[in-house]
């Protein structure tokens, strides 16, 4: 029964004019792999943390990592309030509205097509974007970036804040709740 399903299938695929091409890679910029085939480094394997390896993959993309500091000062900067200073936040919904740094558009990567068309604009007309997942091994940061970057987003202003979401409340940093600009802030004393 199921030699004979998946038969058809392929059979479909092949004569459908939307198949898919079962030979291409449709994962190229898959960060847990190389262009060329050979397996990179996963998240988690020696040769530094999760999140320097982040680092190293947004390096290898040519974007710019932001460290806490630099994500604090833009987060400071008066540019912020204008539009030009711009956080992407790339988790899910749950977790956005869970929590997320002040003012920071959703973008999940899983579901771009939903948030590209208000966002797509606001990162264009910033001068810096900062994207950020939970941290440590999540990679959903380097994914976002890229979808940014293929609309043309310079990659100049394009940063990725490996340490994240979680480095962000570890360093007890406010976090705004529910959707973007509902001005219920969670401030931490320190």
Known sequence: MAATGAALALAANALSPRGLTLARNYFPNDPRGSAAGAPAAAVGAPGGSP????QARARELGLGVADSNLVSRLFSDSRREQGGVVFIDARDTEQYQAG????AWQLDYYHKEEFLPAVLPVCLAAQEVVVYCNGGACEDSLLTAS?????????????VYAGGYTEWTNNR??????????GRLLEFRK
């Open 51 to 54: 999140a320097e390896q982040v």
């Open 100 to 103: 997320h740094i002040p003012g």
């Open 147 to 159: 979808v940014l970057l293929a609309p043309v987003v310079p990659k100049e202003k394009l940063f």
């Open 173 to 182: 940093l406010p976090i705004e709740l529910g959707p973007r600009g509902s």
